[in-house]
């Protein structure tokens, strides 16, 4: 009698326990919490195959990298032209094989490359030069008010964040790391990284939402973040992390799975986290305190390539022509109610 | 007065024992690029010679345009099998020299991009695009080629005469002189 009561009782818990997390529907709702500010349709004067990486200055301009293209682009906030960078007049013959190019505190931009690692120009489009010869493109990049680079590493030499100068010559090595996902961090993209006024550095991995806050010397500070609803937790690391291992089970490991794509410094107050769950996006505002702001999961279906200066953008390819042309992506802009 | 000079005689020694020793290790840094560069292009060519002289058999291969069916047919012309996991820059290089080839050498028609893996419409129509080419883009459904068609790297291009692989270039992603000697090859 007091096992069918116990079987019974267990029974009722997981249906409650089931009904309720289903019962939280996953819906995007990102457009009723968002107003769009406006479409930027990019010039035809260019041909872009896609948009991989965007930033954005002070003025709105937008530099995009296109990977596919093999090119770096400066437009203005209605999408015109105004620079295509290259490396040619300053260095004629550099390989160049741009990743991501970001804009440093001064609106100055550095690209970074695939071998050589890493190329400046001014905020004008203009050349500058090579950066320090023991420069390795990180994953991420942020910048310190004195223009110093941190950067997030995830190679040979292990996990770490580099304090740098602003041509890459390294000042010190900081920041903690899961250990139980070693493997799965050095072998796949995600995660980010930010800093904030005050050179407050921010660390996102992609295992989890949680960030680890350090202040410009390094020192953990801080560790916040908010488990979404949504969120599946990674079960466990790749089981070596050569490249064969990884190719074969990072999908299964990763199916289903949460992991946290990016980091945005979303305005002067606050940093935006951005989830992928597999099917959606999700989306996370805290403030510098680490206090979470929003008052629901925000949830969206296509992926936000940047987010700053309080504005989210988001790329669009519109569908090809009955000829097969395809036009140039579109740049959505959006705000958060 | 003698000691003077032979301290100069010394310093003087050892200035061309240094100039010797830079010369040397600058001989031999530069003879290790050229070993490098060259074992690679090595490389690359014994993994090309591999396809020379194979039949590219008759398959069904789709456009990625409106999906029409074409049969790769080949009196004269070049297929050139592409893939997401191949360098893109790469392959838009390889595609653009292709079209330029073709626009100057109007008898050689027969001429395909084919995807054999991670096909993909809209990454297709993106290489189509950029290269700005004016043959086919297409992908097939069947994995009709064999194994070593299909494995990396990518792009790899096959010149072709009557199905039979006259010359096969796979290029090096960041040589285009490499590329460029295949093209002077066909060309002649």
């Known amino acids: 009698m007091g096992r069918r009561k116990t079987f019974s009782l267990g029974l009722t818990f997981t249906l409650l326990f089931t009904s309720i997390i289903f019962s939280q529907d996953i819906k995007v709702n990102f457009y009723e919490k968002a107003s769009k500010v406006k479409s930027i349709k990019i010039t035809d004067k260019i041909l872009i195959g896609d948009i991989n990486f965007l930033d954005i200055d002070k003025n709105g301009n937008i530099l995009i990298t296109d990977k596919i293209g093999n090119a770096v682009h400066i437009l203005d906030r209605e999408g015109k032209l105004l620079r295509t960078l290259t490396p040619d007049s300053c260095n004629p013959g550099f390989n160049w094989r741009p990743l991501k190019a970001y804009y440093d505190r001064h609106g100055d931009i550095l690209v970074l490359n695939s071998i050589p690692w890493g190329y400046l120009f001014w905020g004008n489009g203009n050349c500058r030069g090579e950066m320090d010869i023991t420069f390795i493109a990180p994953l991420h990049i942020y910048y310190l008010?004195?223009?110093?680079?941190?950067?997030?590493?995830?190679?040979?030499?292990?996990?770490?964040?580099?304090?740098?100068?602003?041509?890459?010559?390294?000042?010190?090595?900081?920041?903690?790391?899961?250990?139980?996902?070693?493997?799965?961090?050095?072998?796949?993209?995600?995660?980010?990284?930010?800093?904030?006024?005050?050179?407050?550095?921010?660390?996102?991995?992609?295992?989890?939402?949680?960030?680890?806050?350090?202040?410009?010397?390094?020192?953990?500070?801080?560790?916040?973040?908010?488990?979404?609803?949504?969120?599946?937790?990674?079960?466990r690391d790749l089981s070596s992390s050569d490249h064969k291992t990884a190719f074969t089970e990072i999908q299964k490991l990763l199916k289903d799975k949460t992991i946290a794509l990016s980091l945005f410094e979303y305005d002067t107050d606050k940093i935006m986290v951005q989830l992928y769950n597999g099917n959606f996006y999700g989306i996370q505002v805290y403030n510098l305190k680490g206090k979470y702001l929003l008052k629901d999961e925000i949830i969206l279906d296509r992926q936000i390539l940047s987010a700053k200066y309080g504005l989210i953008y988001i790329v669009h390819q519109p569908a090809p022509d009955a000829n097969g042309n395809l036009p140039n992506p579109v740049i959505d802009i959006y705000k958060l109610k | 007065m003698r000691k003077y000079y032979i301290w100069l005689i010394i310093i003087l020694l050892l200035l061309l024992g240094l100039t010797f020793f830079n010369l040397y290790r600058l001989d031999n840094k530069k003879i290790k690029k050229i070993n490098y560069s060259r074992e690679r292009e090595t490389n690359y060519l014994k993994l090309a010679e591999k396809f020379n002289g194979l039949e590219f058999p008759v398959i069904k291969i789709y456009n990625a345009i409106n999906d029409n069916v074409i049969e790769t047919k080949i009196k004269k012309g070049f297929i050139v099998l592409l893939s997401n996991s191949g360098c893109n820059p790469c392959q838009i290089r390889e595609l653009k020299n292709i079209e330029?080839?073709?626009?100057?050498?109007?008898?050689?028609?027969?001429?395909?991009?084919?995807?054999?893996?991670?096909?993909?419409?809209?990454?297709?129509?993106?290489?189509?695009?950029?290269?700005?080419?004016?043959?086919?883009?297409?992908?097939?459904?069947?994995?009709?080629?064999?194994?070593?068609?299909?494995?990396?790297?990518?792009p790899k291009i096959f010149f072709i005469e009557n199905q039979k692989i006259i010359s096969t270039l796979i290029p090096i992603p960041d040589k285009v002189s490499f590329s460029e000697d295949f093209d002077r090859k066909i060309r002649n």
């Open chain 1, 145 to 235: 008010s004195d223009n110093s680079i941190v950067g997030y590493y995830n190679l040979d030499d292990g996990l770490h964040l580099k304090m740098m100068n602003d041509k890459g010559k390294e000042k010190f090595r900081f920041g903690e790391f899961p250990s139980e996902y070693e493997r799965i961090l050095y072998r796949f993209e995600g995660g980010g990284l930010v800093t904030d006024k005050d050179d407050n550095i921010y660390q996102l991995n992609l295992s989890s939402p949680d960030i680890f806050k350090y202040d410009k010397r390094g020192k953990l500070i801080q560790r916040f973040g908010k488990i979404p609803f949504y969120f599946r937790k990674i079960e």
């Open chain 2, 100 to 154: 330029e080839f073709l626009r100057v050498y109007n008898k050689v028609k027969d001429t395909y991009a084919i995807y054999v893996d991670n096909y993909n419409r809209i990454d297709a129509l993106r290489l189509k695009k950029l290269s700005a080419i004016s043959f086919p883009i297409c992908y097939f459904s069947n994995d009709i080629l064999s194994e070593n068609f299909l494995t990396k790297p990518f």
